[in-house]
């Protein structure tokens, strides 16, 4: 399957036994633990021992990387991890196998009260992604890259409604408003980078556009997910997005988006 629930694990000891043998399989298992832990925090800071805002992000920010970075040193102890919360080892460099985690991504909407953050665990070598998930806690959701070890992925059903290019809410692309314009679509603001992509999976929106500022683990994961979907996959340019690289800026920018529009998004940009 590729679609999972929250609350499958969210009663499960934090570190007890990974047993997933599976790469894809421990990729949605990781992403699934660190949102438990995520949704659990924040509710908490909401009761008695309530914290503000920014320690509520921060504190986020620490512990479900702890989680993500403990799980792998047992479970896949000859990989390399490349994560946001971490100093980055260039070691990983020369790893055959790269764990590329970004532990919350969206900490201002997390501490924000709402549900466009995401929890990304991707699995690279040879700058592809090799499995990957994206958990959405709050929508109690969680994609993953299933589809391209059982079959042929297919892209999802588009709404009826779903005339829409993702952009973010910080940093909307300068190339936004023409690419809705080629496409008939209206612009809409979203957090995470995985929540960005997640709509376009489940068919709630066409296209999500991002120009610069973002890194591997922002990306890495949705990547990921989106190809094993069906998606078109890409940089600004049209090429492919290479991953475990030294600058971990991808500074050509990410479309993810319906095959069959790839074409007329990519020459609005």
Known sequence: MTKSRVADVSGTSVLGLFSATDDVALARELALRAGALLLDLRARACG??????????????AQANALLLAALSQVRPCDAVLSEESADDLQRLHAKRVWIIDPLDGT???????????????????????AAAVSQP??????????????????????????RVVISRS???RCAQAVADALGATLWQVGSAGAKALTVVRGEALAYVHEGGM?????????GVALAHGLHVSDLHGEAIVFNQRDVVLHGGLVICRKEIASTLLDAV
């Open 138 to 163: 709050a929508r109690d959701d969680v994609f993953d890259t299933a589809p391209v070890t059982s079959g042929t992925p297919l892209p999802p059903p588009v709404a009826a409604s779903a005339r």
């Open 108 to 130: 201002r909407e997390f501490r924000e009260g709402r549900d466009d953050w995401a929890v990304h665990v991707a699995l690279v070598a040879d700058g592809r992604v090799l």
């Open 171 to 173: 940093r909307p692309p």
């Open 48 to 61: 008695a021992n309530a914290m503000d805002a920014r320690a509520l992000g921060d504190a986020g920010d």
């Open 215 to 223: 890194n591997e683990w922002d990306a890495a994961a949705p990547v």
